[in-house]
């Protein structure tokens, strides 16, 4: 029995011995057989764990605080325990190995574009960077040494005939602490980060860096080595092409919605004549601007049906009276029988009545952003993200926002903050403020609103950030998998030519 149980011990222990340290630089891509749901899982959990990084970079400065809670909550998608927790080996491994193959998916997907790359690198950096701010000391020492960076100490005697420079300018040093911190000659152009903001002392091309700075050094080969092998990936990538089911499970990671699943249509009935009214009171600006292009032209194109359509679904409009809602636009320029051969069917297919008959979902803040992009004559789009800047500020301004309230919408439009844009549009429009809202979707920005307007307590409480929350469990939903996104069917509902794809929903 005790030989059996030392057998197993050892086991744990050498497997353990791939992933010796709970960070890593991923330099090795994994080489083990996963199945394609694994494959999925990890996508979503690391998606869902960067985005979350990228909210609380957005939000907070980084290292402050607020900060830190927020990642610490992100970090619950993707958990990493240090070897002196109750964690046993196995379980230790595995969050690892997550962590390892997670990583090497989303690179698969994200080193696809100038933009994807970017993105990816600026959330993976800011996660590497909090990883190695938890550490301890003799943590970062030994995942120095297992990740083969060995930098320079210098010598008592050398540190004490630079103590006047090391003192003058190390970042808040003083006399004891530059005796108790280890210094280390590095290269300047390894510490660019420190050179520029003057926290270390340069002499004949090296620079002498605290211990405590390494970070920043380490975060730099980091930075390096991922932007290196993202372009390693993207050359690699068209071998992929082949795969039926990869490559679309990869293409639409970029705008993967993670957050509330809106295909199931909302209890509470919408009627169009209710539509007017509830635009003006809780549409986001998205499905204002396409409301109202709408009753302006009686006839919206192709993407901003979709994109207005579905949302209308999602809110509670039945499919009796979203055929009555857009016949009675329709039919102000064309007849009943050109409504019905060219556009009703269209509107059947996406409440799941023809074709194959899925229940398409309501497009998130992300699919409207990140594509099909609006060209002349259409309204779809998202106006914080697509609309003329000059324009947008005239839009907002007969809206009734204050001159002072649209320059700080304008400020995060600027930043290409776009989803920012709309919840502080939402909250001076609703005059309520929430510092842990995040917007995700069109069809959250109105039930948020009806909250709000109702009087209700657990008003923008949606995808609230409350730091003690258990994650919510990623479920996938059971009508629509990634395998659907190549599903074509919704060709069959453009009169022209459709190259949109329904929407995954992961609740
Ligand atoms: S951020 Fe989302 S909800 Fe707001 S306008 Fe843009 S797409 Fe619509």
Not at 48 to 75: F, M, P, Q, W
Not at 256 to 284: C, I, M, W
Not at 453 to 460: E, N, P, T, Y
Not at 482 to 497: G, H, K, P, V
Request: proline letters at 3%.
């Amino acid at each position: 029995m005790n030989i059996r149980l030392r057998r197993k011990a050892r086991e744990q222990s050498s497997k353990l011995n791939s992933y010796p340290h709970q960070c890593q630089l991923y330099k090795l891509p994994p080489v083990e057989d996963i199945s394609l749901e694994e494959f999925e899982r990890l996508a979503v959990d690391r998606l869902k764990l960067l985005r979350d990084v990228e909210s609380a970079g957005i939000k907070y400065k980084r290292g402050s605080g607020e900060y830190n809670s927020l990642l610490k909550k992100a970090s619950k998608h993707m958990e990493l325990h240090r070897e002196d927790t109750t964690k046993s080996l196995t379980e230790l491994y595995e969050e690892r190995r997550r962590d390892h193959l997670s990583h090497f998916i989303l690179r698969l997907a994200y080193c696809q574009s100038e933009d994807l790359k970017r993105w990816f690198i600026a959330q993976e950096l800011d996660l590497f960077r909090y990883r190695l701010d938890d550490l301890s000391m003799a943590e970062l020492d030994s995942f120095m040494k297992l990740s083969d960076l060995h930098y320079n100490q210098i010598s008592d005697k050398e540190k004490k005939a630079k103590r006047s420079s090391l003192e003058a300018s190390t970042f808040k040093s003083t006399k004891e602490s530059i005796d108790e911190t280890t210094y280390f000659k590095i290269h300047f152009t390894e510490a660019l980060d420190l050179v520029r903001g003057r926290k270390v002392y340069i002499e004949m091309g090296y620079a002498y860096v605290p211990h405590q700075e390494l970070v920043s050094i380490i975060q730099g080969v980091f930075r390096l080595s991922l932007s290196r092998h993202l372009a390693i990936t993207a050359r690699s990538l068209p071998t992929l092409d082949e795969d039926d089911r990869l490559m679309p499970m990869l293409n639409n990671l970029s705008h993967y919605y993670v957050g509330e699943n809106y295909t199931k249509q909302s209890a509470n009935r919408v009627t169009p004549e209710q539509v007017d009214h509830l635009s003006r009171e809780s549409f986001p600006l998205c499905m204002r601007q396409l409301h109202q292009a709408l009753r302006d032209n009686h006839h919206l194109k192709h993407f901003g049906r979709l994109q207005y359509g579905l949302f209308l679904k999602g809110i509670g409009m039945t499919l009796e009276d979203a055929l009555r809602f857009w016949r009675t636009e329709f039919v102000k320029t064309m007849d009943g029988e050109k409504f019905e051969k060219g556009y009703s069917y269209n509107i059947r297919h996406s409440y799941g009545k023809e074709g194959k008959r899925a229940n398409y979902t309501p497009y998130s803040c992300l699919k409207i952003i990140m594509s099909n992009a609006p060209g002349p004559g259409d309204y779809h789009g998202c106006p914080f993200k697509h609309t003329d800047p000059d324009l947008l500020r005239q839009r907002l301004r007969a809206y009734k926002l204050q001159k002072s309230a649209i320059e700080e919408v304008m400020e995060l439009v600027k930043g290409q903050h776009y989803q920012l844009a709309c919840v502080k549009y939402f909250e001076l429009t609703h005059k309520v403020s929430d510092p842990f809202f995040l917007l995700n979707h069109p069809n959250q920005y109105y039930d948020e609103s009806r909250r709000v307007l109702k009087g209700d307590d657990a008003s923008v409480k949606t995808q609230k950030m409350d730091l003690d929350d258990t994650p919510t469990q990623t479920t996938f939903d059971e009508s629509e998998t990634f395998s659907d996104i190549r599903d074509d069917s919704l060709m069959e509902m453009d009169e022209s030519s459709i190259t949109d794809e329904p929407e995954l929903c992961i609740q």
